[in-house]
């Protein structure tokens, strides 16, 4: 409609709110009386004004910024790869392909990969989707590992920690202490040095020191 008005101004600034709604609606309605005197001043302060929700739509030297992170599954790291993606219109194979393998963190299936050289995507998906079921079953086998086993570790951990707090336990004398702006060893030189304090004699045992 408005393209078929584009020479008269008239007609597209009053055409133009039609297609307006929530904040762009509230933005125009606000306009001071008499502050528009033609359509390309118009449009000019509605992108200034809404310059910051534009879309940017990324292009394909963004994958190479993408990198499996040092604990994400090669399932997470396919999934974020393919959003990627899906923002980059007409990307080609080739570069896609390349930043998806050039993303792998070093391991066995990176090296899987240098090595059988996958020249597709559809290759490539081939591979991970094994690997992808691998890392679920080692996932799945550790989520099934004994209760009892867990139970036991616990207790026997319960059972060291006590031992050791019956045997010794450090209580601080003060809740809180100045921090110290040299290491110990030369703090304890330096009182050693000018006798503030009498040396300790030998501890026999590590309770007594």
């Not at 390349?98 to 490539?124: D, M, N, Y």
Request: net charge neutral; with cysteine; hydrophobic share 35%.
């Amino acid at each position: 409609m408005m393209f078929m008005n584009k020479e008269s101004d008239p007609i597209l600034c009053h055409t133009f709110p039609t297609f307006l709604d929530g904040a762009a609606l509230i933005w125009f309605s606000n306009l001071p009386k008499g502050s528009i005197s033609n359509f390309d001043e118009l449009a000019e302060q509605f992108v200034n004004h809404f310059v910051a929700f534009q879309i940017y739509v990324h292009n394909s030297d963004y994958l190479s910024t993408i990198k499996q992170g040092p604990n994400e599954s090669l399932k997470d790291y396919m999934t974020r790869f393919v959003e990627a993606t899906n923002e980059i219109p007409n990307l080609n194979p080739e570069v896609h392909l390349h930043a998806l393998k050039s993303g792998l963190r070093p391991g066995k299936f990176q090296e899987t990969i240098v090595i059988a050289k996958p020249k597709t995507l559809a290759e490539f998906r081939e591979k991970a989707t094994t690997q992808i079921k691998i890392e679920e079953f080692q996932a799945l086998r550790r989520a099934e590992k004994p209760t009892s086993n867990r139970e036991d570790e616990r207790q026997n951990k319960h059972s060291s920690n006590r031992t050791d707090q019956r045997s010794f336990k450090l209580t601080p004398k003060f809740n809180s202490y100045t921090p110290l702006n040299t290491n110990r060893e030369d703090i304890i030189k330096d009182i050693l040095h000018s006798k503030l304090i009498k040396p300790p004699n030998r501890a026999g045992t590590y309770q007594d020191q």
